[in-house]
């Protein structure tokens, strides 16, 4: 009795998006949502969801420069004023 080798290239197919190509296990990152971003990973020649990203933001971020960093979902947050140097406003009761 023959029996045909077993192919297992389906399992290493490399996943296309976007014109480019990625390797099995390859992260791609959506863009960030203003919490995080989506994720995915390469597998069988598809994309499969994973877990969301979720970044820090700090709590005064409105007042900090956002800086988007190339590659990574999370942007920086520099120029932050400490919550020491805040004037807090009293006023009569």
Do not use: H
Not at 19 to 43: M, R
Request: aromatic share 12%.
């Amino acid at each position: 009795m023959f029996l045909a080798p077993l192919k297992f290239s389906l399992f290493l197919e490399p996943c296309r998006f976007n014109g480019q190509w990625f390797e099995v296990q390859d992260i791609l990152l959506g863009p960030f949502n203003g919490i995080g971003c989506e994720k995915y990973a390469c597998y069988w020649g598809i994309f499969e969801k994973l877990d969301d990203v979720i970044c820090d933001i700090p709590a005064n971020a409105s007042e900090c420069t956002e800086v988007k960093v190339e590659g990574e979902c999370c942007p920086k947050y520099e120029n932050c004023p400490s919550e020491s140097s805040k004037v807090l406003k009293c006023v009569p009761v």
